[in-house]
T-cell receptor
Framework: GAVVSQHPSWVICKSGTSVKIECRSL??????MFWYRQFPKQSLMLMAT?????????EQGVEKDKFLINHASLTLSTLTVTSAHPEDSSFYIC??????????FGPGTRLTVL | QKEVEQNSGPLSVPEGAIASLNCTYS??????FFWYRQYSGKSPELIMS????GDKEDGRFTAQLNKASQYVSLLIRDSQPSDSATYLC??????????FGSGTKLNVKP
């Protein structure tokens, strides 16, 4: 099956620092990837759509200057949380469409901001 | 109005029984529907996809789609304790963003 990886799987950082999360499609090319955030006991919230070679499309209420997305190649999208604060602590998950019209998720990155 | 709605549960069923999970959606133009299973602290795992009206079976799982009534369901036959998880319903357009329901927590009691 399709494999989507994320790195790191967990990260702890100090308030005010920036954190970069990588999402890779390992066995297929993905022109579109999605970034989600999930708080405890809540459902997935779509943050943005990452498009290869163009700007990301952000959902309403998501600050594009705080959550920087770069989709530099057909297999890699990165999410950078800039000037992280404790309220940014969450589970960040990326996903990618395969040509079978099925969306597969990465294993997630748990971010804790102290 | 939420795009996709699910009963949050928890839904409790005894081992070996059929678990029935339901989901409704508001966008009548939605084309693709998916059921994901999510264990606590883990990422969602795709169980089933369904695009056409009717039933789609895969092992112990059957997905049902009724576009006229705008609902999607998932049946789990011979439920096992290992099926205990949160089940997420999602719907949207092909190769585009789609929306998740809030998830239904399923408990299968031994």
């Amino acid at each position: 099956g399709a494999v989507v990886s994320q790195h790191p799987s967990w990260v702890i950082c100090k308030s005010g620092t920036s954190v970069k999360i990588e999402c890779r499609s390992l066995d297929f090319q993905a022109t579109t990837m999605f970034w989600y955030r999930q708080f405890p006991k809540q459902s997935l919230m779509l943050m943005a759509t990452s498009n290869e070679g163009s700007k990301a499309t952000y959902e309403q209420g998501v600050e594009k200057d705080k959550f920087l997305i770069n989709h530099a190649s057909l297999t890699l999208s990165t999410l950078t949380v800039t000037s992280a604060h404790p309220e940014d602590s969450s589970f960040y998950i990326c996903s990618a469409w395969r040509d079978s019209n099925e969306q597969f998720f990465g294993p997630g990155t748990r971010l804790t901001v102290l | 109005q939420k795009e996709v709605e699910q009963n949050s549960g928890p839904l409790s069923v005894p081992e070996g029984a059929i678990a029935s999970l339901n989901c409704t959606y508001s966008d009548r133009g939605s084309q693709s529907f998916f059921w994901y299973r999510q264990y606590s602290g883990k990422s969602p795992e795709l169980i089933m996809s369904i695009y056409s009206n009717g039933d789609k079976e895969d092992g112990r799982f059957t997905a049902q789609l009724n576009k006229a009534s705008q609902y999607v369901s998932l049946l789990i036959r011979d439920s096992q304790p290992s099926d205990s998880a949160t089940y997420l319903c999602a719907g949207g357009y092909n190769f585009n963003k789609f929306y998740f329901g809030s998830g239904t927590k399923l408990n299968v009691k031994p």
